[in-house]
């Protein structure tokens, strides 16, 4: 008996090896390949240029800039909003019938299509609201696309507070919102992030929802505002692959603006990794 279960232990380890190698060859082969397909092109000018010549040449500053801008405006709107609900299904909130609805909606919502997004987006901010094609817009419709996100892994987070924690501040008189304020999001925080980093890389990757809301065809002058609208490399990638002038010509300048692409969002998520780290060595508790 000892042995089979033994046996079973091992095939199952071995099993989860294999997977987590196939896994890292696979994406170690997908970053190989965009890397020796687009490394020529990669270059100062490329980086901090403007595309010309019906974007056949020149570089790809403002879609990378683009990218940014609409990555931290998703950010900025989806980060305060998830983690609000969060706090308010996971402290305040009567567990309920209600809520374990709501709960359900919000699951439901992670697994909606990015296109549905950008229609919702395109109705709702681009029409109703007369945003027009802008930042602005496409940083909300990001937003709400990774709001699911957030708040399932802020809900995670703040659940992972010993509970302990809370009747401790409420037993020395301190209020409902002191507690959770300064109690329970501080040692939720490194989780909360970690749900974000997710989040971060999702919107930085879209291209069908910034398509109906933010993204430009081409562009060569940088946003004034966030009432303008602006290139981005998800789209530029899918402008260059599909509706490109010399599209044959343009291969290697798509992989180096995929490469592009690829830093741009490891380039985040290490900051935000690095804020994460920084809390976890810090954590109360």
């Known amino acids: 008996m000892m042995r089979w279960r033994y046996l079973k232990q091992s095939a199952f380890f071995a099993l989860v090896r294999a997977s987590a190698l196939i896994i890292t060859l696979t994406l170690g082969g997908i970053i190989l390949y965009i890397l020796m397909h687009g490394y020529s092109v990669i270059s100062w000018e490329f980086i901090t240029k403007p595309p010309t010549d019906s974007m056949t040449q020149g570089g790809i500053m403002p879609a990378i800039l683009g990218t940014i801008y609409l990555t931290l405006g998703a950010i900025a709107i989806g980060l305060p909003l998830g983690v609000a609900s969060a706090i308010y299904l996971t402290e305040y909130a009567i567990q309920g019938r209600m809520i374990r609805l709501i709960r359900v909606g919000i699951n439901c919502l992670a697994g909606v299509p990015s296109v549905v997004f950008g229609l919702f987006g395109l109705a709702f901010f681009v029409i109703i609201f007369k945003f027009g094609s802008s930042i602005l817009a496409g940083s909300l419709t990001l937003g709400f696309l990774i709001l699911p996100t957030i708040i399932g ?72 505002s966030i009432f303008d609208e602006v290139m981005a490399l998800p789209y530029h990638i899918y402008v260059l692959a599909t509706a490109g002038t010399n599209i044959e010509a343009t291969r290697p300048i798509q992989y180096g603006t995929v490469l592009v692409l690829v830093a741009v969002v490891l380039g985040i998520n290490l900051v935000a990794i690095l804020i994460r780290g920084y809390m976890r060595r810090n954590k109360r508790w």
């Open 153 to 224: 892994a802020s809900e995670e987070a703040l659940k992972s507070v010993p509970q302990t924690f809370r009747e401790a501040s409420l037993a020395l008189g301190v209020s409902k919102w002191q507690t959770t304020y300064r109690i329970v999001l501080p040692n939720a925080l490194p989780g909360i992030l970690t749900g974000s980093i997710l989040g971060i890389g999702r919107a930085a990757g879209e291209t069908a929802p910034i398509m109906f809301t933010a993204a430009a065809f081409f562009t060569s002058k940088l946003p004034s």
